[in-house]
């Protein structure tokens, strides 16, 4: 009997975000994948979400490599943290996936714990810890995306990262169609596929498309261009690029990361920039509007970035004028809409013309649509498949595809972070499940922000605080001073009702020490109580009440 | 000379919602639509968001009526808090919305204090207040919709409520462009109109087409059938009523807001439903899933709404099932993206198939689109516009329209809420500015939360509270128990976190008091910088401190 391999998704199932896949058998470990997701509106004050790494902790010698399918945040983002708390032997991925790691690692004084190891499809299978891998690869909005194809002891997985079927990509890359087709010939056990955009129909637009769009926008106009996209959409950058060329404008970009991710994707070799045509924020107010381009960071609207800053009229060396006109080639990560809207609106009262995705066709998705999963479906004919990345409603319309893919309806997994799937005698199926789950950044903590605290923070931001100080003799069991009533957050209470609920808490604390009541736990619980039931009473709202009963 | 008119947009400039635009002449005022708002992510806590009404009650003696151009909330809602503040002796409106605001009137207490009067389109010029005022019918997401014509002393101004131009509306009613034109013909000195969607090409779909697709999905399926849309979108409950007709369906209303809301179209004659076909809630068991259509509330997510509660297993008379279709007819509010993608994600995993506007053509807008907007700037001719209803960037794309149609520059008024726009010799123009802004309704208080509280509420959300209990002798200066430290939102704080912001409190105050530094507010400030840096530099964050200095 052949072996078994045991598939268990830490991250990026039923969410967007924290991708990682752990493919373990007997001879170990090899985690596909260590992304980072953004907090929620719910996950007040957070900075970043990690997965939880638990199960990875505890199985700490059973790893032999990480894998990194592209340098998306949600595919890399947590390995600097997972480096923190595992030893991770090797670290394998494409060269510029590669580039962005070691950049990341150096920040965080990580570069010497690991060995970087490059992938390079066109080499052929290669040893990776246990399992005999390949690579394959795969268009998406990033350079150097690619799948990757694990022998394992339970059967072949495929794993497809993220991907779109792009027929005319930026850099010539096409989704290695015949790489696939040749796995699908040789028999696939298991399917990990990205959902994304399992949900819609038909065929996402060519990255190049933009670039068409670009190419007719931006010769039309004699004002400043200013176009904001992801920082590590270096197809985007590319395509801006060449239009900023051919119509004589100098290129100047602002923004840490955008810098940054140029840079070593120019070091590489993976972008192609003329050294003449970049410029110094500084040098911009010689040039003409006419032949000025800014690429910046900011169109997910965050706060502190360039965009961002322009558009509030707080950047060094930009001010948005009548004429210019913003491109917003992204779209916002659901959540982000607000601030997107209040960036635009901000910019248009500056003057600038903005054209975003809403309204003209500045951005492309780089996650396939259905027909697109249907072709790997079709190309790889897999004889299980496990939809990953993404929310649940997108993992659903994955499994449909599947199914009407001719997929067996025993076939296909649903499942779920945490979940532990076995691939055994050519059948993946749900056997278990282990803890997974969420770890959250906030400041300098990792981990010790939890439900609780995020669920005081909701409250508090709900109707905010009132805070009872009462103080009582140690000595004699008697108050000893008025109680103070603060209040933030709340309102802007008459002073007569701070003064009703200093009564209320003078009442029940005498009320209490009459009854030789001093047990402090308790007094506090009878004035939260009394308090917070006066404050409902008069306003309807429901402060966080926290009593103090000071002993002196 | 002829005399002159002030428009004072009081709401929906610059955002979207809480429409309030008064017209004033020496002759009296008449307010057109009083709208509310829901409040953003920032308005942590807040219920409502209304207008400020500070204007009016200033000039409440010249309030001759209040005309409502349509029965939407951001039209509507905040009449009951507005007839609480300033006398208001007579609301015009058409038969469903005047239904509509006299059942919400009823609710708030208030319907004795104004007096009703029905706008009728057909009846032809009337006098509103001191003007004499016509109605024309416009096509919108909820019938009766009407453009609001008044002949005041600085001109004749058109104000379109909210329109789209369907020429195949649900009910017959077209946007009256016979009407428009002759107004056109007879001389318009100043169009105030909706810009909502002037940013997006082309036109948009007629409410029809959503009928079409009802008429496609809904006989194809055996499961039951679950539409979600907006409460008072009575042509598309009318499409989806039919279509269960046909289909052999019994149709089971949920939802307080969608019943109330059925019931007054019912009553008036604007929907058309054969008693025999709606079923109580508690007959549905006995139905088979073919012959089953719910139609409910919820289509934003909100969380205590009907699709919200059976989406997470809540709701006491439906449980979603395996083959069940809901079709969430309605687009996300911006804002509302990340809990309506919870609730079908939700949904997903009970089983049901989730059609929804991302991917499916099952909501149509009604806001008219750039071209609709260009055809009634051909068809009004007016001397001047004004956009209103929407953020800047659409007010602004609006005025870009204005210009492309022939409009002079300088007739085109971009206003924000508070300004003051003069109409007086067949121009328009800013001529000064009045308190606006925002009013806070929460919980029962109308008013009182402001800017400082919010701010307070969102600094809680962030990193939590920190409180500082200190108690100083008030004879002898000297302090008498240990400083207490308690936290909340915070994170979970090791112990000798918490001990070292006590020994620092400690010997901050006793620092100060040894120097004899005996004021309350000098110590607070101190021992806030000190335990604030402390927690800073240990935790990165930056939880609200808040000292507490007892004198015992």
């Known amino acids: 009997m052949a072996g078994s391999t045991r598939l268990i998704p830490l991250g990026g199932l039923g969410e967007v975000g924290k991708n990682m896949m752990v493919v373990e058998s007997d001879d170990g470990i090899v985690v596909i994948d260590a992304g980072l997701s953004f907090p929620r509106d719910e996950h007040l004050g957070v900075d970043l979400v990690l997965p939880d790494f638990s ?15 592209h340098g998306h945040e949600d595919h890399v983002g947590a ?18 996936t590669l580039g962005l790691v070691k950049s990341k690692l150096d920040e965080h004084g990580l570069l010497k714990d690991a060995e970087l190891i490059e992938a390079v499809p066109e080499d052929g299978p290669t040893q990776l ?50 790489a696939l087709a040749d796995l699908g010939n040789r028999g696939v056990d298991l399917l990990l596929g990205d959902s994304t955009n399992a949900e819609r129909p038909g065929v996402t637009q060519s990255e190049r498309t933009v670039g068409e769009v670009f190419r007719q926008i931006i010769p039309q106009r004699n004002g400043r261009i200013l176009i904001a996209s992801f920082a590590s959409n270096v197809h985007r950058v590319q395509q801006a690029i060449d239009v900023a060329l051919e119509d004589g404008r100098k290129v100047c970009l602002i923004g840490r990361s955008l810098r940054k991710n140029v840079n070593i994707a120019r070091n590489l070799g ?43 009229n707080d950047h060094q060396h930009v001010q948005i004028e009548e004429g210019d006109t913003v491109i917003i ?3 916002p990560v659901p959540g982000n809409e607000l601030r997107v809207h209040d960036t635009i609106n901000r910019l248009a009262k500056s003057g600038a013309e903005v054209l975003h995705q809403e309204i003209a066709p500045v951005h492309v998705s780089g996650h396939g649509h259905a027909e697109e999963l249907r072709t790997i479906l079709a190309v790889l004919r897999p004889r299980n498949v496990m939809p990953v990345h993404g929310e649940f409603r997108m993992l659903a319309a994955h499994a449909r595809l599947a199914r009407d893919a001719g997929v067996d309806a025993n076939h296909i997994v649903l499942a779920e972070n ?37 669920r005081d923070r909701r409250h508090l931001s709900e109707d905010g605080v009132l805070i009872v100080v009462v103080t009582v003799g140690s000595q004699n069991g008697r108050e000893i001073a008025a109680p103070e009533v603060i209040a933030r957050g709340f309102g802007e209470p008459e002073a007569s009702l701070l003064d009703e609920a ?31 039931r006066l404050i409902r009473e008069r306003t309807g709202r429901r402060p966080m009440i926290l009593p103090v009963v000071l002993e002196v």
């Open 55 to 69: 199960y990875l902790q505890d199985h700490e010698s059973d790893i032999r490599a990480v894998v990194l399918t």
């Open 79 to 96: 390995l600097p943290y997972l480096l923190r708390e595992v030893r991770v032997p090797e670290i394998w991925a494409t060269g510029l």
């Open 129 to 178: 810890g246990p399992y005999t891998a390949e690579f394959v690869r795969m268009a998406h909005s990033i350079p150097d995306a690619v799948a990757v194809v694990l022998d394992t002891p339970g059967g072949r997985i495929v794993h497809t990262g993220d991907y779109k079927i792009d027929h005319t990509p930026v850099d010539g890359f096409r989704t290695d169609l015949g």
């Open 270 to 312: 993976y972008i192609d920039v003329p050294e003449d045509l970049l410029v110094k924020p500084d040098v911009l107010p010689e040039l003409r509007p006419d032949e000025t381009m800014i690429l910046c960071t900011g169109s997910q609207g965050e706060p502190m970035s360039a965009l961002t800053r322009m558009a509030f």
């Open 329 to 331: 080639s992204a779209k």
């Open 418 to 454: 945490g979940s532990v799937v076995e691939l055994a005698n050519g059948r993946a199926e749900l056997v278990g499940a282990v803890e997974s789950g969420a770890t959250f950044v906030d400041g300098l903590g990792v981990g010790d922000v939890q439900d609780v605290a995020l």
């Open 502 to 532: 200093r009564d209320e808490a003078e009442r029940t604390i005498e009320e209490l020490l009459g009854q030789n009541v001093t047990e402090l736990k308790l007094l506090q619980e009878h004035i939260h109580d009394a308090v917070g």
